[in-house]
């Protein structure tokens, strides 16, 4: 006895059977789980806390990289607005000097004369008054790439040649002082605009006396070119902006390793209860 039955029958068969096949399928998955509420509650409790460590992990990542953008930006602007500030002291400082007197300071022994110490001390006044202000010293231009020292506000004959002045405990070439006639080359073009015109640095300006934001203006002149710069450490300048943002870095920077910790943690629970439940 045989029996036949065509394969699209049968087929057909199939897909009419398909859905008590599933309904079943998820009958036998219902009791197992009712059955075994441990195992329920488990996977419920593990699928919660990974959900919400997810969302947590990446609020805490957008807030993170939000608040750095934000930082980065107003660090710009800071600087740009300080530029400005220190290229306005700048121009103020610069009338007060004359050719005459500059004219005179050329060599180390100038520093001893009285035209020297009357324009040391109004490069004292101008850096004294001015919260924040490091530097303050006046350049003659030599080429297009060289420049020498005029003055400075913190060199004198009376003031050690190396001091520290950065306050890190090392005397080294960024302590030294200087004198008219010391020869300085920029590796900085942007730093010879200013005895053409007021100007303030675009980009952080760093030689052998560290980092800094400058402003620089030119002072008037008939035989030679001369400015004076004004320099503020770029320590200081981010010292400020970073004291506005630490709470906040802090804040996400723990937010986000714990978060993530825990994450990887019940994930590492996770898989050893599944491992569990398999043997």
């Known amino acids: 006895l045989a029996v036949d ?5 049968l087929s057909e068969l199939n897909k009419q059977s398909r859905p008590l096949i599933y ?3 998820a009958a036998i998955i219902l009791l197992f789980l009712t059955l075994n509420k441990t195992l329920l509650a488990w996977l419920w409790k593990i699928s919660s806390i990974r959900n919400a460590l997810v969302t947590a992990i990446a609020c805490t990542t957008i807030a993170f990289v939000g608040t750095y953008a934000i930082y980065v930006h107003t660090l710009n602007i800071f600087q740009s607005e ?3 500030r220190l290229t306005s002291i700048a121009v103020t400082a610069a ?5 005459n007197d500059l004219d005179r300071l050329r060599f180390a022994r100038d520093m001893k004369t009285d035209t020297y110490q009357r324009v040391h001390q109004k490069l004292v006044e101008i850096r004294d008054s001015n919260e924040g202000v490091r530097y303050v010293y006046i350049m003659r231009k030599i080429d297009d790439e060289m420049t020498e020292f005029v003055a400075d506000a913190d060199s004198n004959y009376d003031i050690p040649f190396l001091k520290d002045d950065n306050s890190d405990g090392v005397l080294d070439e960024a302590d030294e002082g200087v004198a008219p006639g010391v020869r300085y ?5 942007e730093f010879y605009e200013g005895f053409n015109k007021p100007h303030a640095d675009k980009q952080l300006f760093t030689d052998q006396w560290g980092t800094f934001v400058s402003g620089q203006a030119p002072i008037l002149s008939e035989k030679e070119k001369y400015m004076i710069e004004v320099d503020i450490y770029v320590s200081d ?3 400020d902006i970073r004291n506005k943002f630490r709470f906040w870095f802090w804040f996400f920077g723990i937010l986000l390793s714990f978060s993530t910790g825990f994450f990887f943690l019940r994930r590492s629970e996770y898989r050893l209860g599944v491992m569990k439940f398999k043997i």
Do not use: G
């Not at 039955?5 to 029958?9: L, P």
């Not at 080359?185 to 073009?189: A, G, H, I, L, R």
């Open 95 to 99: 009338s007060q000097f004359n050719e």
């Open 82 to 84: 300080l530029a400005k």
């Open 23 to 25: 309904l079943i399928l």
């Open 185 to 189: 080359s920029s590796p900085s073009q």
């Open 237 to 239: 300048f981010y010292s």
């Open 5 to 9: 039955i065509r394969a699209s029958k």
